[in-house]
């Protein structure tokens, strides 16, 4: 019985996925667990899988378009069985199209191939604008790889080169990049690039966030000399650890969340949701934009070395979108900090259906007056964005209190 390939929920917040390329063709024998077809989520591209055995006998959705969860993208089955009528039941299938900003694509079906060392640079098709279209990743390994990406001819989407690309022709022995700076050709005011699935749920959840849930904000300065020197002790005796300031407030956000479990809550629509677990999520810039938050889970049961190592796996991954999807939800509570930026202080919007999120600046050595005598500090200031259908402004500020007299006395976490 022929089987149904459909487009897979990736996570909670995903609607619906594009798919970027197709890994067997029409015709192709495929076993079960197989990788079948490469899509973009909302948070990560993904290969999935075959659920079944068989032929590829039809592929519905073609490389570009995008679809709601759920819609049958290919069938599966013998190669001499009837199913006529599962395309049917689908509306008939679609002709493959060129996604609508770009005046061509690659055909979806074909394999992935190296180019030509000798492929000329106005082969690909944005190049000839001034402007290569690749997405993010292949930029990063054609950048390592010294690979120069004029030279490569795209499969992806319109043409765009995608990792593939860059890694066959990285194999191949692909021309490296020219030396120097070089001439960009001049090109249209402006391009018009379709949303891509991540930048449409920011949009859907910015809306539901800033809009419809009322922002309050605590900002805080918190004297940071202790956990500095905690961070510079810690990490002379054990280099490999590299602890940073981050994973010292994750750790003492989960401690100041124990003391008060108010702010460690949701808002359900008719009930105020608090959460046993304390599972904080880490906001993160991914590559080409976009963000994405890793949850640490359980982070008041596990160590700073335990929450240090765990948080930098995810952040490393999550910035190559190679984080699985229950990695990234069920978050109760967020931490944002662009401090490594040299953000002094600013406000962070929510992250939906969680009641608070803490926003960390930089850490400032500057004059403080500390006895009546002026002295060199060290001082860090967060805001707290709290949803105050959840949280009240006095145990808002409570728990500031109480994660600055954590972090000024950072024997406390191990408490």
């Known amino acids: 019985m022929a089987s149904r390939v459909l487009m897979p929920k990736g996570s909670d917040t995903m609607t619906e996925g594009k798919v970027l390329k197709w890994l067997k063709n029409e015709g192709e024998q495929v076993a079960n667990g197989d990788a079948l077809v490469e899509i973009e989520t909302d948070k990560v591209d993904m290969e999935v899988e075959s659920m079944a055995a068989g032929v590829l006998r039809k592929v519905l959705v073609p490389a570009g378009e995008s679809v709601p969860v759920g819609q049958m993208l290919a069938i599966i089955g013998k190669a001499d069985e009837d199913i006529s009528s599962l395309v049917a039941a689908n509306g008939g299938a679609p002709a493959a199209k060129a996604p609508a900003e770009h005046k061509e694509a690659a055909p979806a079906a074909q394999p992935v191939a190296a180019v030509p060392a000798q492929q000329p640079a106005a082969a690909a098709p944005a190049a000839a604008e001034g402007r290569i279209f ?14 120069d990406l004029a030279a490569l001819q795209g499969s992806g989407p319109g043409g765009r080169i995608i990792r593939r690309d ?22 249209p005011e402006y391009r018009d690039e379709p949303l891509s699935q991540m930048r449409k749920i920011i949009a859907q959840r910015l809306s539901q966030s800033l809009g419809p849930v009322p922002h309050f904000y605590l900002t805080i300065e918190v004297d940071m000399r202790k956990a500095k020197e905690l961070r510079e002790s810690a990490n002379t005796l054990n ?93 109760t509570f967020s931490v944002s900090n662009l ?42 200031r967060m805001t707290l964005s709290c949803d105050h259908r959840v949280v009240d402004g006095a145990i808002g500020a409570r728990f500031l209190q109480s994660l600055q007299q954590i972090l000024e006395n950072p024997i406390l976490l191990a408490l």
């Open 134 to 147: 690749a997405s993010p990743l292949a930029r990063r390994i054609a950048r390592e790889a010294g690979i």
């Open 166 to 187: 860059v890694e066959s022709a990285t194999a191949a022995g692909a021309p490296l990049r020219a030396p120097g700076p070089q001439l960009v050709a001049q090109g």
């Open 239 to 331: 280099p490999d650890l590299k602890l940073t300031y981050n994973d010292i407030i994750v750790k003492a956000c989960a401690v100041a969340l124990t003391k008060h479990p108010d702010v460690n809550a949701s808002y359900t629509g008719d009930a105020i949701r608090y959460h046993n677990r304390i599972n904080l999520s880490i906001a993160v810039a991914m590559e080409g934009g976009g963000l994405i938050t890793p949850v640490v889970r359980d982070c008041n049961r596990k160590t700073l070395q335990e929450i240090s190592a765990e948080s930098k796996d995810l952040i490393a991954r999550a910035r190559t979108r190679k984080l699985k999807p229950d990695e990234y939800v069920g978050g």
């Open 339 to 380: 401090g490594m930026m040299g953000i002094v202080e600013f406000s962070a919007v929510i992250n939906p259906p969680e009641g608070a999120i803490l926003a960390i600046g930089a850490v400032l050595e500057k004059p403080v007056v500390e006895k009546g005598q002026i002295t060199v500090g060290y001082r860090c």
